[in-house]
């Protein structure tokens, strides 16, 4: 379905696949999701139902590295451990060629513990999906400063939440008109190669 609507849309859309550990030919599923035209991998560690750091995911880490495929990972839950930032922490630190975007600026809803293990990492980006409707809006600008306006991209998690009003909350922050175009436009682009 995401690939077809990418290929629908005359270049408007970029899309991602999903793996998941348990897959008995991870190569193959790669495959797969290169010949589609996606251009990186959605993984949802709590609705998947694993650990960040299971060493069954280590493959999954491992080849999309070889093949410079980044991951937008959702991270963090206060109500779960599958997804916070103390198990993305080592490996981001093993795996420093695979680029991730962790989403919800890095934690959602332990976003102090995500402010505290994760800035600094090079390979390390994250998007602001799920955040403005869960903390106050000084405190996302906060973060965002925090982890760099060049490493930062807008999300909505639609259909939760709309476009227009994610990209309303994110403009009443008051940035630099230069890291909004990192923001909205740049970073998503340096990471998933879009031309």
Not at 126 to 138: A, I, P
Request: with cysteine; aromatic share 10%; proline share 4%.
């Amino acid at each position: 379905f995401i690939a077809q609507k990418v290929s629908e849309s005359d270049g408007m859309f970029t899309g991602l696949g999903t793996l998941h550990p348990d897959s008995r030919d991870i190569d193959g599923d790669i495959e797969d999701l290169l010949e589609l035209g996606l251009k990186g991998v959605k993984l949802h560690p709590d609705i998947q139902n694993f650990k960040i750091d299971d060493h069954r995911n280590l493959t999954i880490y491992e080849k999309c590295e070889e093949k410079n495929i980044p991951i937008l990972m959702h991270t963090g839950d206060k109500r779960f451990d599958n997804s916070n930032p103390n198990r993305l922490l080592p490996i981001m630190q093993i795996y420093t060629g695979l680029t991730v975007v962790a989403a919800h600026l890095g934690g959602w809803s332990v976003w102090e513990s995500a402010s505290e293990l994760l800035p600094g990492l090079e390979n390390l980006y994250f998007d602001c999906s799920s955040c403005f409707e869960f903390t106050d809006k000084e405190y996302i600008k906060k973060l965002i400063l925090l982890y760099g306006t060049d490493r930062v991209l807008f999300g909505t998690d639609y259909p939760m939440f709309k476009a227009e009003s994610e990209i309303q909350n994110l403009l009443s922050l008051g940035l630099a008109d230069e890291d909004y175009e990192k923001i909205f436009c740049l970073n998503a682009k340096k990471v998933f190669n879009i031309k």
